[in-house]
């Protein structure tokens, strides 16, 4: 068990000041990387390559993120079965916590633990509830041991099992994210969106909200209907992708220029002429922090330029922000009298 001082100040007191930043997204950034496989999605770079899972932690933080949310996503029991690997359960989970840990002791970030949907649970058999329960307890005891500030439970489309999941983070004293994947046109399979936070958010949650599937565009107008519905903290993660009414999630997309994709379809690996760029995002935060969310995020898809543009919206200068785009001094798009005139009158 790791002996760690919570972060100071604590999640809620941060969102009680103003925005709290997420970066997620790892999974999509590691597999366009060439470190882990688009399908199972399993997060065995941790154990692969940890240095890689530590840079990204800091780059992330570098460009914004107030949170290192350790890559625990899709590292439970069912995702270990599915590729015959349940004996790296613990290990991979209790490496991603410890260099999770390490990014947020040497940045002052919160340091975040993760659950997820379970991809076993079914509304009428009641053994997918106790396994999923059970695996929640691992994956929080394990994030309790190494002494997470706070833990997310995050891209639930079923409300039910997300209740489990914030049973079992409350059972261990943990403050509790809860995040909910729709159709883009706020359903799950169980029922409403925003009713489904509005009776998370009674059951005790701090912050409920909404996380990938859709991008900015159809998420906003779930997150205008939910901001006024709950009295908690709201959260907000969109995927960096332009879904739109009749492409509302980005599993909807289709590319009529392309027939050559397998199974004819873009998601996960050729999503490229759909993706947003940094300006969107920033956008989108400014929407939603001006309605009253805090918690504010972008997840599958996103890379640093995306958090720092975030960040930016938002009024802040984080380290990255040396580095943002200044094209004044470009050799022939700039306008500093440096640049020699023959080449300044080429600017367009």
Same mark, same amino acid.
């Given at each position: 068990m790791a002996t760690r001082r919570p972060t100071s100040p604590g999640l809620l007191e941060r969102l009680a000041e103003g925005a709290v930043i997420?970066?997620?997204?790892?999974?999509? /950034?590691?597999? %366009? %990387?060439?470190? !882990?496989q688009a399908g199972a999605y399993v997060p065995e770079v941790v154990l692969e390559h940890p240095d890689l899972?530590?840079?990204?932690?800091? /780059? &992330?933080?570098h460009a914004g993120s107030d949170v290192v949310e350790a890559f625990t996503y899709y590292a439970h029991r069912e995702k270990l079965r599915v590729i015959g690997k349940e004996a790296l359960l613990e290990p991979l989970n209790r490496a991603a916590l410890g260099i999770a840990r390490e990014v947020a002791e040497e940045s002052g970030a919160l340091f975040a633990g993760n659950i997820c949907n379970t991809n076993i649970w079914e509304p009428d058999r009641p053994e997918t509830h106790k396994a999923a329960r059970a695996? &929640?307890? /691992?994956?929080?005891?394990? =994030?309790?041991? /190494?002494? $997470?500030?706070f833990i997310i439970g995050e891209t639930f489309d079923w409300h039910a099992e997300a209740h489990v999941a914030l049973e079992t983070i409350k059972a261990a004293g943990m403050d509790a994210v809860i995040t909910? #994947?729709?159709?883009?046109?706020? @359903? !799950?399979?169980?029922?409403?969106?925003? *009713?489904a936070c509005r009776r998370i958010a009674d059951a005790g949650a701090d912050v409920v909200g909404v996380n990938c599937s859709c991008g900015p565009a159809t998420? !906003?107008? $779930?997150?205008?209907?939910? %901001?006024? =519905?709950?009295s908690c903290h709201v959260a907000a993660l969109p995927v960096p992708f332009r879904t739109t009414e009749d492409a509302p999630t980005f599993f909807s997309f289709t590319d009529p220029d392309r *027939?050559? !994709?397998?199974d004819g379809k873009t998601f996960p690996a050729a999503l490229d002429p759909f993706l947003c760029d940094r300006y969107e995002l920033g956008d989108f935060a400014r929407k939603v922090y001006d309605i009253g969310v805090r918690y504010i995020g972008v997840c599958c898809g996103a890379g640093p330029h995306h958090i720092r543009a975030v960040a930016e919206a938002l009024g802040r200068e984080p380290p990255a #922000?040396?580095? #943002?785009?200044?094209?004044? @001094?470009? =050799?022939?798009?700039?306008? *500093?009298?440096?640049i020699p005139e023959a080449y300044r009158q080429r600017v367009e």
């Amino acid at each position: 068990m790791a002996t760690r001082r919570p972060t100071s100040p604590g999640l809620l007191e941060r969102l009680a000041e103003g925005a709290v930043i997420c970066a997620e997204g790892y999974l999509f /950034e590691f597999e %366009r %990387r060439g470190y !882990l496989q688009a399908g199972a999605y399993v997060p065995e770079v941790v154990l692969e390559h940890p240095d890689l899972v530590r840079q990204l932690h800091r /780059e &992330f933080v570098h460009a914004g993120s107030d949170v290192v949310e350790a890559f625990t996503y899709y590292a439970h029991r069912e995702k270990l079965r599915v590729i015959g690997k349940e004996a790296l359960l613990e290990p991979l989970n209790r490496a991603a916590l410890g260099i999770a840990r390490e990014v947020a002791e040497e940045s002052g970030a919160l340091f975040a633990g993760n659950i997820c949907n379970t991809n076993i649970w079914e509304p009428d058999r009641p053994e997918t509830h106790k396994a999923a329960r059970a695996m &929640f307890e /691992e994956q929080v005891g394990w =994030a309790v041991d /190494e002494g $997470v500030d706070f833990i997310i439970g995050e891209t639930f489309d079923w409300h039910a099992e997300a209740h489990v999941a914030l049973e079992t983070i409350k059972a261990a004293g943990m403050d509790a994210v809860i995040t909910f #994947s729709d159709d883009g046109g706020g @359903k !799950l399979y169980d029922g409403d969106t925003v *009713d489904a936070c509005r009776r998370i958010a009674d059951a005790g949650a701090d912050v409920v909200g909404v996380n990938c599937s859709c991008g900015p565009a159809t998420m !906003l107008p $779930v997150v205008e209907r939910l %901001r006024p =519905a709950v009295s908690c903290h709201v959260a907000a993660l969109p995927v960096p992708f332009r879904t739109t009414e009749d492409a509302p999630t980005f599993f909807s997309f289709t590319d009529p220029d392309r *027939d050559d !994709l397998p199974d004819g379809k873009t998601f996960p690996a050729a999503l490229d002429p759909f993706l947003c760029d940094r300006y969107e995002l920033g956008d989108f935060a400014r929407k939603v922090y001006d309605i009253g969310v805090r918690y504010i995020g972008v997840c599958c898809g996103a890379g640093p330029h995306h958090i720092r543009a975030v960040a930016e919206a938002l009024g802040r200068e984080p380290p990255a #922000s040396r580095y #943002s785009p200044d094209m004044t @001094k470009h =050799a022939t798009r700039g306008t *500093d009298p440096i640049i020699p005139e023959a080449y300044r009158q080429r600017v367009e």
